[in-house]
Every structure is written in C-alpha cells, then in structure tokens.
C-alpha cells in the first residue's frame, strides 16, 4: 500500500512500515521525531527507560535532530549501544564509543549510558556483564540501521542466527562489511577494519518492542529491496525485520531507488 502526502512516500508491507523521504536530512528528522514521541510515550510509564543506539554514517542525521529536541525525559534514558570493534582504541576515529560520546552523551545528560568496553582482556565476560545490565533495563526502544550486507548490528550473513542461544557475541566481520566501513571514511582500507567485533544478536534487537531504522544514501538501495523482497533467511539478516511487529525504515530517494513501482518523492 503506497500512499503521498508533502513529498513523503508511506508503504507497508505486512508489519513492515516505510517512510520515503526526499533526502536523507528529512529521513533523519522524520526519525528523531518518531522516536521522541515514543521517549514522551514511555516518560508517562513513569520509570526508567531503556533505549540502544546504533552508530554509523545512517545515524548522523537522526542524531543530530534527536539531541536537538527540547524537553525529551533524557534524564530517565539507559542508553546502550549494538556493537562495538575488538582491539579498536576507544578514542580511534571509527570507534564506537567516540562516536556516541561525540553525537549524543555529550550533548544531552542521559540517567546512565553503559558502553561496550572492545578493549576488555575476557570479551566474553564482558558481554555477559553487559547483558545482565541490559536485561535489568528493560530496552524498549531500539535505534537501528541497517548493512550494505543487510547485516543488523555487527551480525554479517555468515554469523547471523535468528534463533541464536546467545544475547551478545564475539564476531568476524565479513569482506563486504569491512568494506562498507572504509567506504564510509572511518577507515582509509578495508584491511585496516578490524576483524573482530562485539555485537548484540538477532534475538536480542527482536525482544525490543519498537525499532526505527534509519537506512538513507543510494549505497543502501541493495540492501533496501533485498530487505523487502528477498526470502526471510540469514543471506540478508534485514529481511527478518518484516516479522517484527512494530518496526518503522526511514529511507530517502537514494536508498529507495531499487524498490519496485513506488513514486518516489521528487
């Protein structure tokens, strides 16, 4: 179903609900807002919020008018991230935790913000440790986007398992997703993209009630129409979003371009 309204696109497909925006700036504010109403929505629960956020070029537009948004109930935010490089130094340009400091904890004064520590001596102690934070918080809401790979958080097609016994793992990033972080500018070759990561898995992002996933840029449009129209299964981890019950892609024309039959905003 495919409808028009101020140059906006809206489709669902099933569960899955889409957002067409002219550009990636509009995609990212349409985003910021979905997901300030649902801050409002769960400050009138009265208790703490649990929120992960995901990192990346898709993000920088979301974030940027997220943190921008007055009155948002920061102060009862535990916020948590998807994944995180192994051996990365945590001020390295391409680190995570960088980022997130730089785009968000330093711009608005959250309750907590726990970061995942990639420089621990045991990664698999540390995800348990994690977890067992994460658990107790209780995420409600999940900022995603997703991979040129249609990998989601750092699970690529080769270590992605829908039904995965484990909340949070160690990791080895596949050629094309290394690629994409060089193609980004976080890296100046694909071979200096570490090979190892941290990352929540498949079943951990699917316990969270709502994601927004912010998916714009035409390096994305792939990606895009494998989500939608591939069979379900872990050669594109994305396409498992089209069973979530509440999930929202914000997408622009460039990102958009593979679908098929839709008008795209001019």
């Given amino acids: 179903m495919e409808t028009q309204n101020d140059r906006v696109v809206y489709l669902t497909l099933g569960n899955l609900k889409l957002e067409i925006h002219p550009d990636r700036k509009g995609a990212g504010a349409a985003a910021a807002l979905a997901a300030a109403e649902e801050l409002r929505r769960l400050d009138k629960l009265g208790q703490d919020i649990g929120v992960i956020?995901?990192?990346?070029?898709?993000?920088?537009?979301?974030?940027?008018?997220?943190?921008?948004?007055?009155?948002?109930?920061?102060?009862?935010?535990?916020?948590?991230?998807?994944?995180?490089?192994?051996?990365?130094?945590?001020?390295?340009?391409?680190?995570?935790?960088?980022?997130?400091?730089?785009?968000?904890?330093?711009?608005?004064?959250?309750?907590?913000?726990?970061?995942?520590?990639?420089?621990?001596?045991?990664?698999?102690?540390?995800?348990r440790e994690y977890i067992k934070a994460l658990r107790m918080a209780d995420p409600q809401l999940c900022l995603l986007g997703i991979g040129e790979n249609g990998h989601l958080a750092f699970?690529?097609?080769?270590?992605?398992?829908?039904?995965?016994?484990?909340?949070?793992?160690?990791?080895?990033?596949?050629?094309?997703?290394?690629?994409?972080?060089?193609?980004?500018?976080w890296f100046a070759s694909w071979e200096e993209v570490p090979e190892r990561a941290l990352t929540l898995t498949i079943p951990t992002l699917f316990r969270i009630p709502k994601l927004i996933v912010s998916v714009p840029g035409s390096r994305k449009a792939q990606a895009i129409r494998r989500t939608l129209y591939d069979p379900i299964a872990t050669d594109c981890p994305s396409t498992l979003l089209r069973t979530h019950p509440d999930v929202t892609l914000y997408l622009d024309t460039g990102s958009a371009a593979e679908l098929n039959s839709v008008s795209l905003p001019a």
């Fill in 155 to 185: 699970n690529d097609p080769a270590e992605a398992d829908f039904n995965d016994p484990l909340a949070m793992k160690v990791v080895r990033l596949d050629q094309a997703c290394r690629q994409q972080q060089a193609a980004e500018g």
């Fill in 53 to 127: 956020f995901a990192t990346g070029a898709s993000q920088f537009d979301m974030l940027e008018a997220l943190t921008t948004i007055p009155g948002l109930p920061w102060h009862l935010v535990r916020g948590f991230h998807l994944d995180e490089y192994v051996g990365l130094a945590e001020n390295h340009p391409a680190s995570f935790r960088r980022y997130l400091r730089e785009r968000l904890t330093q711009r608005v004064v959250m309750r907590e913000f726990l970061e995942i520590n990639g420089n621990a001596d045991d990664p698999e102690a540390m995800c």
